[in-house]
């Protein structure tokens, strides 16, 4: 069973800086990739930046030359390097896992998500 496990997440004073890392468990086959999304109250849950497999990367405008995403892949993990945060970035952060497949035949993709860990930017 797939699982994902968000760490790294606290209160931080506007300028500061958080890493959020993501350990996956259980055996995935393949997956396109993976990511951070963010939801803050009252507001719809966002994309913050993607890995993929290749380790190209897409970032969000808003995080984009702030936050930074990397991978280590023998361990099944991704960071989120966040720089310079804004009261703007307070959010619950979510981990997930794009378009896993579990072995060689199955066919039906599917997405996994963390439980989320909460960042408060306090000015």
């Known amino acids: 069973q797939v699982q994902l496990v968000e760490s790294g997440g606290g209160s931080v004073q506007a300028g500061g800086s958080l890493k959020l890392a993501c350990a996956a468990s259980g055996y995935i086959y393949s997956r396109r990739g993976m990511g951070w999304y963010r939801q803050a109250p009252g507001k719809e849950r966002e994309l913050v930046s993607l890995?993929?497999?290749?380790?190209?990367?897409t970032y969000a405008d808003s995080v984009k030359g702030r936050f930074t995403i990397s991978q280590d892949n023998a361990k099944n993990i991704i960071y989120l390097q966040m720089n310079n945060l804004t009261i703007e970035d307070t959010a619950v952060y979510y981990c997930?896992?794009?378009?896993?497949?579990?072995?060689?035949?199955?066919?039906?993709?599917?997405?996994?998500w963390g439980q989320g860990t909460q960042v408060t930017v306090f000015s």
């Open positions: 890995i993929n497999s290749d380790d190209t990367t």
């Open positions: 997930a896992a794009l378009g896993c497949r579990l072995w060689i035949r199955d066919f039906s993709p599917r997405d996994y």
